[in-house]
């Protein structure tokens, strides 16, 4: 007999850290396209933390924008 479990399927997500000193702005460029600027406190007792959360969401948005472009989210530029 198989057992039934009840649970919230949630996706970990990647929330910023608690007490982070990231900020986030939504700028217009010249195009008038709106981009997040994210920005942190270099003084802070979280900075490794802060840094991660950054630098993931950076990587997520390259990849996300290579896969739009090239159809793979990851492409090595062939030798010449």
Known sequence: MAKVVVAALRQKSKRQP???SVTEKRVRST???TTIMRSLDAESRTFG???QYV???NVAK???D???ATGATD???PKR
Do not use: L
């Open 18 to 20: 608690k007490g982070s």
């Open 31 to 33: 195009g008038g396209q």
């Open 49 to 51: 933390e802060d840094f």
């Open 55 to 57: 630098f993931s969401k």
């Open 62 to 64: 390259a990849r996300r």
């Open 66 to 68: 290579n896969k739009r």
């Open 75 to 77: 492409v090595a530029v």
